[in-house]
């Protein structure tokens, strides 16, 4: 079992930036991938980033190439996500999520761990 915690949301302009973060336990994430998925109030929970815990390698939705990373913490056992020039259209609940394997999955479906969400909302 993994228990995931998020943190770091809130209120933030358009322009600005902001971090996130998930804390991981119940087990070391060698054999994880991690990711981060978002849901917009009315819409499905999509894919953002997903990092590979024990090669480091990284996959980005396309909306947010270039304006987000994903970065991880091995002592801490945390995932990041590092939220530059946020839009408007960024506003969601953020969650961070953890599945088994090597594959980099972006399906909802894919992934057996959830933590509880952080909202973040983007202002002009």
């Known amino acids: 079992q993994v228990q995931l915690e998020e943190s770091g949301g809130g209120l933030v302009q358009a322009g600005d930036s902001l971090r996130l973060s998930c804390a991981a336990s119940?087990?070391?994430?060698?054999?994880?991938?991690m990711a981060w998925f978002r849901q917009a109030p009315g819409k499905e929970r999509e894919f953002v980033a997903s990092l590979r815990w024990s090669s480091g390698y990284i996959f980005y939705a396309d909306s947010v190439k270039g304006r987000f990373t994903i970065s991880r913490d091995n002592a801490k056992n945390t995932v990041y996500l590092q939220m530059n020039s946020p839009k408007l259209e960024d506003t969601a609940v953020y969650y961070c999520?953890?599945?088994?394997?090597?594959?980099?999955?972006?399906?909802?479906?894919?992934?057996?761990?959830w933590g509880q969400g952080t909202q973040v909302t983007v202002s002009s």
């Open positions: 999520a953890a599945r088994r394997g090597s594959y980099v999955l972006t399906k909802e479906s894919d992934f057996e761990y």
């Open positions: 119940g087990r070391t994430l060698d054999t994880f991938i």
